[in-house]
Structure formats: structure tokens, C-alpha cells
């Protein structure tokens, strides 16, 4: 569906996420970038290796419990290029909510293609049944990813304190389930 000013910008080049599995995350921890993207079947920037922190972090989380490796990490592509990172902090809870993370690499960032991770993400958490709320932690001095949040559905519920990145403000969205 086309509007008066054209095409939406995330229907031209859409992208595309997918679980990156856990012989991809155990390759990024231990910094081969040639295997990790063997594994995963695409070419994986060098700027992956920046986040080693995230991926022992999340090899950790696969390894104590393996149905959160569907969950995780995974890759974020458009046009068959890697864009980004994605993924959530784990599966869903009991209470069905996922927190959801995503990042873009350097070059790509203030182009809108954070919005088009977040909305291939979102489309994902909408199909799942298991997925009843979909949360997002963002620093109150993140204006970008605050204003992203909030002009995808997110509505501010709260703040917390992360023992690593400090002040946090906590959004939540429900799915938008087909009916």
C-alpha cells in the first residue's frame, strides 16, 4: 500500500533478523569473525567483535539454558548486508513479556534503519503467541531510541536502576495481533 508521499521508507528496503545460534555466539566471544559468519551464512562486520561483552553475556544465557538460544541474539540484515544486532534480554517470562534490544552499526545510524530493526523485531513479537508484552529499557539521555520506542507503540511504564548502564526509563508495548 502505497501513500500519497510514496512507499514507506521500511517497505523499500526491509530487513530481515533471525537467531544467530550458538555457534555463531561462540565464535564472536572468541573473536573469530570468519567463523561466526560461516556459521550464520552471511558476512559479519568487524564491528561485532566490539559487543564481545554482549556475546558472552548471551553465550553464558544459552549455554545455562538452551530454549533461550531462539531468543537472544540474532542478525539484522537488509538487501542481504548485515545493519545491526538484535534480540532480547531472554524469552519470555511467565507473564509473557520480552525485553527487546537492538543495535546498528555506527555508519548506518540516523538513516532509519533502527526504526526498520525495530519494526522487523515487533513483527515477529506480533506473530508470536507466547509474547504478550514487549518491554525496552532506554537511558532518559537517549533521546533517539526514546523517540524510536515511543513512535512504534511504546508507552513509559516506569524506571529502574541497571547496576551497569545506571537510570534506565522502562517502556512497554502489547503485541498487535491480526484479527
Known sequence: M????????????AVA????????????????LALASVA???DLPAAFLDDGWLWAIRLEQILADERDEPWVAWVATRDGQVVGHTGFHGRPDADGEVEVSYTVLPELRGRGVGAQVLEAVLAFCDAAPAV?????????????????????GFVLVGEQVDEVDGLELVLRREPQRAS
Not at 2 to 13: D, K, L, N, Y
Not at 145 to 151: E, M, P, Q
Open 2 to 13: 502505497t501513500t500519497p508521499e510514496g512507499p514507506p521508507a521500511a517497505r523499500q528496503h
Open 17 to 32: 533478523v533471525g537467531p544467530l545460534g550458538l555457534r555463531a555466539v561462540d565464535a564472536l566471544v572468541t573473536g573469530d
Open 40 to 42: 550464520i551464512g552471511v
Open 132 to 152: 504478550r508484552s514487549v518491554r525496552a529499557s532506554v537511558s532518559p539521555d537517549n533521546a533517539p531510541s526514546l523517540a524510536l520506542a515511543r513512535s512504534h
